[in-house]
């Protein structure tokens, strides 16, 4: 093999070190699974509005809700509330139709779990 033959073969053995030890082949080779989304629509001294993207088979940290708030479904579905002694709500969000939640009783938190297989979509309206 000539000269250029064996360069070019250190080269591409160089690149393929590189990009192993950059986490090339865990970036690209292994999928990320989806997460939650909570994406800001609107705030102001009386409200505060998101809008969340439940994917499939995921759920959110545990959190609570100080605040009244309405819940509108974009893409309904059924989520599940669980507290952390493992009591379990679920709630079904109908596409279009909006639902109103008093505050939650202090000191109480919830996780919000989608074990379904499709995506749910709601905007939250929270008063402030």
């Keep these: 093999m000539g000269r250029m033959g064996r360069i070019g073969g250190t080269a591409i053995g160089i690149v393929v070190a590189i990009g192993v030890a950059s986490g090339f082949n865990r970036t690209f080779a292994t999928p990320q699974s989806p997460e939650m989304q909570r994406i800001p629509q609107f705030e102001n001294d009386r409200v ?6 439940i994917p499939p088979h995921t759920q959110s940290t545990f959190h609570r809700h100080d605040r ?3 819940i509108i479904g974009i893409v309904g579905g059924d989520l599940k ?11 079904h969000y109908e596409t279009g139709k909006a639902m109103w939640f008093d ?23 929270e008063m402030n």
């Design 103 to 125: 505050p939650m009783p202090p000191g109480e938190t919830h996780r919000d779990v989608n074990d379904t297989d499709k995506t749910i979509e709601v905007v939250t309206v």
């Design 81 to 91: 509330t669980i507290t952390p002694d493992g009591r379990v709500t679920t709630t």
């Design 68 to 70: 009244g708030r309405t």
């Design 48 to 53: 505060t509005a998101w809008r969340s993207v």
